[in-house]
């Protein structure tokens, strides 16, 4: 099968209760921000990583040191919620993730590098840009480009490294049932909530498998979340959200 970009954008916003935490609800929500697809681009399955990703950071801009603390904090994050195995390295022949930040002059050249001159028509709206290649529900690559000053003009520039990150772990689509949410728009908070940190855990439990498609993850989707949950689902999701090293910097 033929690897291909999936394409995942942080939009600017064109606020429920705790009842994501219902299983049949929770259920629907993982199976709308892990299956769809924006664009209605690619095969609806399950997409996840099983190698270990190494980032690397292409960067033409200033404040790269806080860049990439503010990177670092997050892929600590991501990966003691996922287990992943999230590194940085110093070259991309060395890496499967590569995370661009870059200015407005150069936004649609490194887009089209990055992920073809196709995703240019994806641009309006926009305020950073992910994708990541599968074959199989396996994530070969990935890629997200950040113009730093665009995302400052809008104060979205915390939210494009957590979001645009996290979605290329296999959490590509935003969903109006995600809420409170990074893949929701309307959500206030540009840090992972614990319904986050929940979808993660259900997406990285070796129950959902890479390349179920929605027929096979509804066979298997409650008995993962009811395994979870009797390993304190909620109150550990809870704790990743509170605990994330970006909320304490930002919000100390």
Sequence with gaps: MRA????????????????????QQLARIFEDVALSVEHGEGRREIRKW?????????????????????????LRH???ITGLDIARVGSREQANLVLVFTHSGRWAGDIAREFGAG?????????????????????????????VDQARMHGKLVACIVEELTQVLGLGNDSELAYPSVFND????????????????ILYH????????????????????DDLRRHDLYARALADARGAELRRLIAP
């Design 4 to 23: 291909c970009w999936l394409l995942l954008l942080l939009a600017l916003p064109v606020c429920a209760t705790e009842r994501w935490q219902q299983p």
């Design 50 to 74: 099983q190698q270990p990703v190494r980032v690397w950071i292409d960067h033409v801009v200033g404040d790269r040191a806080l860049h990439e603390r503010l990177t670092d904090m997050h």
């Design 78 to 80: 991501l990966a003691a």
């Design 119 to 147: 995703a240019l028509r994806h641009l309006h709206g926009a305020v950073c840009m992910g994708g990541l290649r599968s074959e199989g529900g396996l994530i070969l690559g990935a890629a997200a480009v950040i113009p």
């Design 186 to 201: 309307r959500t206030p908070d540009d840090l992972l909530t614990d319904l986050d940190c929940s979808l993660l855990r």
């Design 206 to 225: 070796p129950g959902v498998r890479p390349g179920l498609d929605p027929a096979e993850l509804a066979q298997v989707l409650p008995g993962v979340i």
